[in-house]
């Protein structure tokens, strides 16, 4: 019999293990975030070959790579949830799978040859993907019905953990790669998935542990309940892979966009690497600013439901790329634009990823019957892995063989906003016709799980 307990307790209150989950989730994805804020510049500018020679990429391979990373770091999540559902749960799922991420970064850090980005990106894919529905379910996990109204705030608090350790990590680690290498800049995020490990271990004992289902997982995931519920949930996440297509661009053809402009502030030339800590700022701004003054104003006009969520922020993505679409055009007739506005479309994307990417967080754990928390989060991260996996697969098809491209300048940002736009119009017309059912876990009486 486990020593842990298998239930949320009744409360009015938070959950005492969400500390320890947010300060896990924070110094995560500043490991992540970290080291994926410089991958684009280490691949262009730093990679060696084997004889210790740079061997650096083209700026379109590099953008396939980065592409197909995070393709990957998105489907891996699948695998986490299987184990988490149906074998380990999710505690030991995330300690293990937080071992192999350890261990990528320090690859990085250690060979920064073809050889070494490869192994080092396939086990921090495995390792944070693996994680990463288990942390993300195992947060409502802690939740039962008398406290469910706090669930909304607190993954609005987790979103906000994720951001703030990206948003040191966006300004810190480009600084580093500058000024001590590469090594030390791969070795910084190691560690701090390291602390992320240990802070999340120290709150073993304050975390309903649910425990896995074996067989009964795989039964529930087939059975009628489960299947209309991975439908429903499939046609939603289709066209959220669309979002992740045109968001994940900021970590690649955003920056290498922003190479081209005037990126004087204050008197300080950021790098190129560094607009990127835009997001996580906005991103921490943002998400109080909608909770407490946006929605609620919405909701007096007509009553704003997930879907209407998701629909507007998809929208809003099709329009900052817009305004990406104009830098570009800007560049290509040979002027050099301010990063301000670049800056402006970071406002209008950021405010789009609140509303669908938060939303469905909360939503993918509601939707989900209660064996199949991480599974179906797995699903929900699945459509980033196939918007990076369209992204990655653009830029190696666009490529002609004497190294000019199909859409050269700002023709490769209007074939991502004409599909955003004509996505945004299919969803809207879905949204009218799909029905809500809610599942939260079951809370314990007298230290025994209600039924």
């Known amino acids: 019999m486990s020593k842990y307990r298998n239930a949320p307790f009744p ?29 684009v510049v280490f691949m262009t500018q730093y990679l060696l070959g084997e004889n210790g020679e740079l061997a650096v990429m083209s700026e379109d391979d590099a953008k396939g790579w980065y592409h197909y990373f995070l393709s990957a770091v998105y489907f ?47 086990l921090i894919a495995l390792g944070a993907g693996g994680i990463k529905p288990c942390v993300t379910s195992h947060v409502g996990d802690q939740f039962g019905h008398s406290n469910q109204h706090l669930l909304s705030t607190t993954y609005g608090w987790f979103y906000f953990a994720i951001n703030l350790g990206a948003f040191i990590s966006f300004l810190l680690t480009p600084w ?10 791969f070795s910084v995020p190691g560690i701090l998935m390291l602390i992320a490990t ?37 046609v939603v996440y289709a066209f959220v892979a669309v979002f992740w297509a045109l968001f994940d661009q900021t970590g690649s053809s955003w920056v290498l966009q922003s190479q081209q402009m005037d990126r004087m502030v204050f008197g300080y030339e950021l790098l190129p690497s560094q607009i990127q800590s835009a997001n996580p700022l906005l991103i921490m ?27 507007i922020g998809l929208a809003l993505t099709a329009l900052s790329f817009i305004i990406i679409t104009w830098i570009q055009s800007q560049i290509d007739s040979g002027q050099t634009p301010h990063i301000s506005w670049q800056l402006l479309a970071y406002i209008i994307i950021t405010a789009g990823e609140v509303m669908v990417s938060i939303t469905c967080l909360e939503f993918s ?41 199909k859409l050269e300048g700002a023709d490769y940002f209007i074939f991502f906003t004409l599909i955003m736009l004509v996505t ?6 879905y949204a009218r016709f799909y029905k809500e059912k809610t599942y939260i876990q079951h809370e314990m009486i007298n230290n025994e799980k209600l039924t």
């Open 11 to 39: 409360s009015n209150t938070l959950p005492s293990g969400i500390p320890y989950i947010i300060g896990n989730e924070a110094a995560e994805r500043f490991s992540f975030y970290g080291m994926r804020a410089i991958l």
């Open 76 to 122: 891996t999540p699948l695998l986490g949830a299987i184990l988490a559902d149906g074998i380990l749960g999710k505690f030991r799922t995330i300690i293990l799978l937080s071992i192999v991420y350890v261990i990528g970064h320090f690859v990085l850090a250690l060979d920064e040859t073809h050889w070494g980005l490869a192994v080092g990106l396939g």
């Open 176 to 185: 580093l790669l500058k000024h001590y290498g590469a090594s030390v800049a």
């Open 198 to 234: 240990i802070v999340f271990w120290a709150g073993r004992n304050k975390f309903a542990h649910i425990p896995p289902q074996g067989r009964g997982f795989i039964k529930d995931v087939f059975s009628k309940t489960g299947l209309a519920t991975i439908g429903k949930l499939a």
């Open 285 to 311: 701004i943002l998400i109080p600013l909608f909770a407490f003054f946006i929605y609620p104003a919405i909701n007096k006009i007509f009553p704003l439901t997930a879907m209407r969520k998701i629909g």
């Open 365 to 405: 754990y509601t939707q989900a019957p209660r064996s199949m928390k991480s599974f179906v989060m797995a699903l929900f991260f699945m459509s980033a892995a196939i918007g990076n996996l369209f992204t990655g697969t653009v830029n190696f098809f666009i490529q002609n063989p004497d190294g000019t491209s």
């Open 424 to 429: 945004t119009l299919l969803f809207t017309l």
